[in-house]
């Protein structure tokens, strides 16, 4: 089983703040690295897929960057809005068919 | 269009009791994964179903775990003489399976499984 971390653990901000979380995971063996963003009684819903080092992926207010060779990742989310509130994982993917889960990060916002 | 759906969406079991839980993947989809989340911990992997290949049963916690997939659509996990440490919420994800490595994961809403 692979080690895939994501920090905080949690976090409430205020609506119209800006935030970001790290997902981290190891440094060998990477294929992609996948952004997933799960609400409460709804499914998971992909993000991003990130490939290359170095890539940056953005999606409206949301964006991530990739870091392979020392193992991170990092979402950032502009001006937090309450409907972004969510647990956001990350998804670790060597060259095998499966994803290494991290525990995600839970994110409130407050209006 | 039709996503992935699960059903059922709750199901309080007793020990000891089989339990199965269906899954069926977005249409024209060939690869299919199984994952649980237990409470704390992050999404594991199952099993993985990929056109007729055999399936990646590596994630499989026990001989008491198993899954089918029938016709390359609809897919069963079954879960025999559950004990309370099964209770999770089981996840199915579909995925085009075109470029395994990176397809996007399209998820259930996931079964709550609850082991008395």
């Known amino acids: 089983i692979l080690n895939v971390e994501q920090s905080p653990q949690s976090l409430h901000v205020q609506e119209g703040d800006s935030t970001n979380f790290t997902c981290s995971f190891p440094s060998s063996n990477f294929y992609a690295l996948h952004w997933y963003r799960w609400e409460t009684a709804k499914s998971p819903e992909a993000l991003f ?11 409206g207010r949301i964006s991530a960057t990739l870091n392979t060779k020392e193992g ?24 095998a068919n499966n ?13 | 269009g039709a996503g992935v759906s699960q059903s059922p969406s709750n199901k309080v079991t007793e020990k000891g009791k089989d ?22 911990q992050g999404l594991e992997f199952l099993i993985y179903f990929q056109g007729n290949s055999a399936p990646d049963k590596s994630g499989l916690p026990s ?6 997939r029938t ?12 004990q309370q440490e099964d209770s999770a919420v089981y996840l199915c994800a579909s995925s085009p399976g075109t470029h395994a490595s990176t397809d996007t994961q399209y998820f259930g809403p996931g079964t709550r499984l609850t082991v008395l």
Request: proline letters at 3%; hydrophobic letters at 30%; aromatic letters at 12%.
């Open chain 1, 49 to 59: 897929v990130m490939t290359l080092n170095g890539d940056e992926k953005k999606k």
């Open chain 2, 63 to 68: 001989d008491r775990f198993s899954a089918e």
């Open chain 1, 72 to 95: 991170y990742s990092y979402l950032y989310i502009k001006g937090s809005q309450p409907e972004d509130s969510a647990t956001y994982l990350c998804a670790f993917q060597t060259g």
């Open chain 2, 19 to 40: 339990v199965e839980l269906r899954c069926d993947p977005i249409s024209g989809h060939t690869a299919l994964y199984w994952y649980r989340q237990s409470l704390g």
């Open chain 2, 71 to 82: 016709g390359g659509s609809v897919s069963t996990l079954t879960i025999q003489r559950t």
């Open chain 1, 99 to 111: 994803l290494f889960f991290g525990t995600g990060t839970r994110l409130t916002v407050i209006p």
